[in-house]
């Protein structure tokens, strides 16, 4: 069921488009709910549909096709690393396994204690500034040397100890 809330912020989203392409407004319910929720599960999907007169399929398409909205539960930080070719070239899939060694999870997978989640992603639009990864889908971190994910992990690991 869908709060009266999260249906009001969703009328804002479909007020944007022509009465008869409400469903242009999908990525953007479909961040309404992960951001109330912290991911969106299947039912939010058919909920969504419902809501958008579009078919669930199509809502999982857009789901599925975007590493943005996140299927599961997350660590509180998610951690995208690009490992398309370039960054590939430049050390991304290096920096990767440094995480996955550092945290103690193998790619897609979350820490024991709940604070990190290690993802690759595609491009990331940065290639000069490989390697390169997104945290929370928000902040750009460039030139992850070994040294600087160190410190991003120490840094982020002391802001949840205050």
């Known amino acids: 069921m869908i709060s009266e809330v999260t249906k009001a912020r969703f009328d804002k989203e479909v007020a944007k488009y022509p009465a008869d392409q409400r469903q242009s407004a999908v990525m953007a ?3 309404i709910v992960q951001e109330e929720q ?3 599960s299947a039912e939010s999907e058919k909920l969504v549909a419902g809501y958008l007169g579009m078919a669930p399929i199509a809502v999982h398409e857009v789901t599925t096709f ?12 998610k951690l995208n690393v690009c490992t398309n ?4 070239l430049r050390d991304g899939t290096k920096a990767l396994a440094y995480l996955e060694q550092k945290l103690g999870v ?5 820490t024991a204690d709940g604070l ?6 595609e491009c990331l639009g940065a290639c000069a500034d490989s390697p390169v990864m997104l945290v929370n889908d928000l902040h ?3 030139f992850m040397s070994n040294d600087k994910l ?5 840094g982020l690991q002391s802001a949840e100890a205050k």
């Open 116 to 121: 990190f989640t290690l993802q690759q992603s």
């Open 29 to 31: 319910c479909l961040a």
């Open 106 to 110: 193998t790619m897609g997978g979350t």
């Open 66 to 77: 975007y590493n943005m909205y996140n299927q599961k539960p997350q660590g509180k930080y």
């Open 85 to 88: 070719l370039p960054c590939q």
């Open 140 to 142: 750009m971190c460039s």
């Open 150 to 154: 160190d410190q991003l992990i120490a």
């Open 38 to 40: 912290g991911y969106v």
